[in-house]
């Protein structure tokens, strides 16, 4: 401790409403308070200096918990800074004016010295630590699920709010969990393995869908349980071993059901959130999902809905289930030459690109500028282990065309650990937005398998069923990153939007399950 200086009055420092001012403003009000305390022990009132730094921190706490909350229902950050900072200073002003201001005063006035600015600095930086060791905790559990739940059941039951129900499409649901489960046994590592990879098909029958895994030979077939992880097993329960024990039969565990609407549920939930900036109630009924919405929320929600179309761009952009997949073209199969006779409006032609080795590939594929008729010819018609999707071309004419992909051994959005806005600033072309997504490790080493795999063959970037692009795979990609391009030819401002909320979407987790609204309600407040 520097030793005081001397002077013609008293032998020590007060720190002045500037001193104090200049720590609250540097984000510190305890660091005010410890400046006030160092002038009530120097005045002979240790007591009223503790009582002081108490108040400060009594202050504090509250102060930062509404302004997390209030951060949270998506208030501007900048005026709440403003809002609190003038809090802090209101209080510590009236405390100043009340207790020190006569006494610094006689202080100066007889000569005494005042601190330098400089302790202002020391003083917030020790409050600080203060403020995140007492505040820091408390503001943290008001942003804790179950606080924020009993916050929004508590509006519920004192303003009200609304009620949606919807229903979850399980079968399609479980037939996707099914696929999901093939693709990684198919590529499950196993050291000390002496067979190839096994092959996993799926027998789709809705929520009885099977999986059959094929072996080379049936010892292979023993190390199921030591190559599929601990995660894919628990999902699965044997069925049946046929082919002399060559092939396992595999059907969905019972929990499956019950794991997906979980996963619903709180998908729709992060989406709800995302939405209206505040905590939505839901509940799983059987197959029905039931999301409750306190009187803000709701409101939102329809501010939102003038702004996005009316109802059906609310739920559009709502339930979407932003599945994304990679699926791997087939250029080989010549089923559409075959076909015959095509319905009017739909017309033959064939891609052509430099394939392995640059060999020329010529592939089939219908057109039509009537996606419905197109989807309802190719229903059944493609060969086994395949589907047809389709893809709309955004240009001078409008029209959807088909791709004939491989339906399983396919890549899937479960690997998505962030997604976000990216500009395409290529030379001479005008910006544009689209999609950047990460794979987490196992996704990133399974893209970089499946690209080296496939090398000069197309894979087809599915969203929500629908092909948004089929690239030519040129190298193995290794990184773990992906870009989606959409709109075509749409206007930036609209693509803009689509990559936005594919974004939020993409964060929230893909739906794996389909919902339909089924009912709407007010909720009435209790008496």
């Keep these: 401790m520097e030793a005081e200086p001397q002077g013609p009055g008293p032998g020590y420092r007060l720190y002045t409403r500037w001193n104090i001012e200049l720590a609250t403003l540097l984000g510190s009000p305890v660091g005010a308070a410890l400046l006030l305390r160092r002038n009530f022990r120097r005045l002979g009132n240790p007591r009223a200096g503790r009582r002081a730094v108490l108040a400060a921190i009594l202050l504090v706490v509250p102060a930062l918990s509404v302004a997390a909350v209030a951060l949270g229902r998506g208030g501007r950050r900048s005026t709440i800074s403003a809002l609190v900072e003038l809090v802090f200073l209101s209080g510590l002003f009236v405390a100043f004016e009340r207790w020190m201001k006569d006494p610094v005063e006689r202080h100066v006035g007889s000569g005494g010295r005042t601190g330098p600015w400089w302790h202002a600095l020391t003083a917030a930086m020790a409050g600080l630590v203060i403020q995140v060791a007492t505040a ?125 609407l979980d996963k619903v549920a709180k998908v729709i939930g992060r989406r709800m959130d995302g939405l209206t900036n505040d905590t939505a109630i839901i509940r799983v009924d059987g197959d029905r999902l039931i999301v409750e919405l306190t009187e803000r929320a709701a409101a939102t929600l329809a501010t939102f809905e003038q702004g996005r179309g009316g109802r059906h ?53 219908l057109r039509s500028d009537d996606p419905t008729q197109l989807a309802e010819f190719l229903q059944d018609k493609a060969p086994q282990g395949r589907e047809f999707r389709l893809q709309t071309i955004q240009g001078r ?73 089929a690239p030519i795979i040129q190298t193995a990609i290794p990184g773990g990153i992906c870009s989606i391009h959409l709109g075509g030819l749409k206007p930036v401002n609209e693509v803009l939007q689509e990559a936005k909320d594919l974004v939020l979407t993409l964060r929230g987790g893909a739906l794996p399950a389909v919902l339909r609204l089924v009912s709407e309600e007010r909720i009435e407040p209790l008496p």
């Design 136 to 260: 820091g905790p408390f503001v943290a559990v008001m942003q804790l699920h179950p606080v924020r739940r009993a916050i929004a059941e508590f509006q519920l039951k004192r303003s009200g709010g609304a009620r949606l129900v919807f229903a979850a499409d399980l079968e399609r649901a479980m037939e996707s969990r099914a696929e999901y489960l093939a693709f990684e046994i198919e590529h499950a590592p196993c050291e000390g393995r002496a067979g190839r990879a096994p092959t996993a098909r799926v027998e789709y029958h809705g929520v009885g869908s099977e999986i059959a895994v094929d072996y080379a030979e049936a010892s292979d077939a023993e190390h199921f349980n030591r190559c599929v992880p601990p995660a894919i097993r628990r999902q699965l329960v044997e069925s049946a071993r046929i082919q002399g024990g060559r092939e396992l039969r595999l059907r969905l565990s019972p929990s499956v059901a019950a794991e997906v």
């Design 313 to 365: 761009g609310l739920l559009r952009a709502l339930l979407a289930t932003h599945n994304l997949e990679f699926r791997i073209v087939d250029d080989v199969d010549t089923t559409l030459v075959r076909l015959g006779k095509l319905p009017p409006r739909v017309n033959l032609d064939w891609d052509r690109y430099a394939g392995q080795g640059d060999a020329i590939v010529s592939s089939p594929y």
């Design 397 to 469: 004419q409008k029209y959807s065309r088909s791709y004939l992909l491989q339906r399983q051994g396919g890549l899937t959005g479960e690997y998505i650990v962030d997604a976000r806005v990216a500009f395409d600033t290529s030379p001479g072309d005008q910006v544009r937005p689209y999609v950047l997504v990460t794979f987490d490790g196992t996704g990133a080493a399974l893209f970089a398998k499946m690209t080296a795999a496939n090398l000069k063959k197309r894979m087809a970037i599915v969203l929500d069923g629908n092909v948004d692009s």
